[in-house]
């Protein structure tokens, strides 16, 4: 799948160093970003056998996330070439010790089940070539990762406007995570309840552990960053979707955790005031997950950025990385 078409990213496992900041404002939006909605080009089933080649009682998913480019006017805007496609993302959850026997469906009418590829083939052609019946294929997955299934010809992807509007199927296969106990959590309250502290900036931690809850709405219409500081956990709910950002360069940090259950959503959604306030927005890049640190993980959440306005790019997911503001440029690579 062409590199152009993937502003989502999934991850599952990333290891982490940190330092230097700021306080900063940030402007109402004058386009809210819509919602991600529901994909009709395809639709999954899947299920949880002992073994490759072993049979179980399919069962659909429910919700497969649907993004485009979310630029209001893309023809103005240079970084937007080539990205007249679409995603559909299907989360999936794989128990340890156990396989996924999955059923992928393309409703996309220049797709069809002549040739089905399940990349990254380094990974999937172990498990078996995928079955296909008309435009439907059927295949096992036997490792958490991140799954592009084609039904295209490999050829597709030498023509540059194919490409440039290939819709495409993107699984993300993630190992089992269950949330603690409400006991030993907090709840981040919801951006319309009367607890929240109305800040742009907030901090969690240190020595605490945090819950965002599917229940509740995290939009507060504007940028707003999370500074997550040492021996910290955050955890995403399954079907969580929060719109802020979570950034640690101001304090070099130990014993992170950020980890999502079930389709967890973070979205990169609004712009910020300044372009490059360290600690926030560093070097203008906009991270949605940036840390500088030791020990720190990022499991089981799904990146998007579904910004209206031009040139606001943002990357996904840093961690220690090289630009970013430290309090001794010639330790940054210390960390790690």
Same mark, same amino acid.
């Given at each position: ?90 989360? @999936?959850? #794989? /128990? +340890?010790?156990? &396989? ?8 996309? $009418? *220049?797709?069809? %089940? ?62 089992? @995570?269950? #949330? /603690? +106990?409400?006991? &030993? ?8 309840? $009367? *607890?929240?502290? %109305? ?80 600690? *926030? ?56």
């Amino acid at each position: 799948m062409p590199p152009n078409l993937i502003p989502i990213l999934s991850t599952l496992l990333l290891l982490g160093t940190t330092t230097a900041g700021s306080i900063f404002t940030a402007r109402q939006s004058n386009n809210p970003p819509s919602v991600p909605t529901t994909s009709d080009l395809y639709t999954v089933k899947y299920c949880i056998t002992s073994t490759i080649g072993e049979p179980c009682t399919l069962q659909p998913i429910s919700r497969i996330l649907y993004l485009t480019q979310p630029v209001q006017n893309p023809s103005k805007c240079e970084e937007t070439v080539g990205q007249l496609g679409s995603l559909s993302i299907a989360d @999936l959850t #794989l /128990p +340890p010790g156990k &396989v996924l026997y999955v059923e992928a469906t393309t409703l996309v $009418p *220049s797709q069809n %089940g002549n040739s089905v590829t399940v990349r990254p083939t380094k990974k999937t052609k172990q498990w078996g070539t995928p079955s296909v019946s008309g435009k439907t294929a059927r295949f096992y997955l036997a490792d958490a990762g991140q799954y592009s299934v084609e039904f295209v010809p490999s050829s597709l992807w030498r023509d540059y406007s194919s490409t440039t509007q290939f819709d495409a199927l993107l699984l993300f296969v993630d190992p089992t @995570l269950a #949330l /603690p +106990p409400l006991s &030993v959590t907090q709840s981040v309250p919801a951006s319309n309840s $009367p *607890s929240d502290p %109305g800040k742009v900036l907030r901090t969690l931690g240190p020595n605490k552990s945090y819950v965002f809850r599917s229940s509740r709405t995290y939009d507060w219409g504007k940028d707003v960053v999370f500074r997550i500081e040492s021996n910290t956990d955050v955890w995403f709910e399954g079907g969580s979707y929060v719109r802020a950002r979570f950034v640690q360069t101001t304090s070099r940090v130990t014993n992170v955790r950020m980890m999502g259950v079930g389709g967890a959503v973070v979205d990169n959604a609004y712009p910020p005031e300044e372009y490059d306030v360290p600690g *926030s927005t560093d070097d203008g890049s906009r991270q949605t997950i940036h840390i500088l640190g030791k020990s720190v993980v990022v499991r089981g959440l799904t990146l998007v950025n579904t910004n209206t306005g031009c040139g606001e790019f943002g990357y996904a997911l840093n961690i220690n990385a090289n630009w970013a503001p430290i309090q001794d440029p010639s330790d940054w690579r210390g960390g790690l």
